[in-house]
């Protein structure tokens, strides 16, 4: 675990960095802050808009009684994806504009969903009936 958060904390904002001054190297200064705010305010529009419509898509399975775990995942994706677009880089910028995108979120989606259902049993119970029990 602590590997792990030496790396996110650590390891990934250096290589950030790297990749930023190696473009500016490659370009210049200005399009390299101007190309970090672009995707800062486009990753805040697009996250805005995706995450409303989420949002939408929870209510209306709940409404209809649906289980709305699939919209719950989106949801988390996006905000996720925000978070890493408001994040000065370019890995961060890639990746969340990656789960912005639909058909990758989708993709993003089913290896969360199956990593969760991997890791924890999921039992549910009708009415009346503790969980797991099947009569």
Do not use: N
């Not at 500016?24 to 697009?46: M, N, Q, S, W």
């Not at 709305?68 to 988390?76: I, K």
């Not at 890639?94 to 995108?101: D, E, I, K, V």
């Amino acid at each position: 675990m602590l590997a792990r958060l030496l790396f996110l904390f650590i390891v990934v904002p250096l290589i950030e960095l790297t990749l930023l001054l190696l473009l500016a190297r490659v370009t210049t200064i200005e399009f390299t802050l101007l190309l970090v705010l672009a995707t800062g305010a486009l990753g805040a529009l697009l996250a805005r808009q995706q995450g409303l419509a989420a949002f939408r898509r929870i209510r209306e399975d709940i409404r209809q009684g649906r289980a709305p775990a699939g919209s719950v995942v989106d949801a988390v994706l996006i905000l996720i994806a925000g978070a890493l677009l408001l994040t000065p880089g370019v890995l961060t910028d890639a990746f969340g504009l990656s789960l912005l995108c639909p058909p990758f979120r989708r993709r993003y989606k089913a290896w969360m969903l199956h990593w969760i259902h991997s890791r924890f049993r999921i039992r549910t119970g009708g009415a009346g009936k503790p969980p797991g029990r099947t009569e």
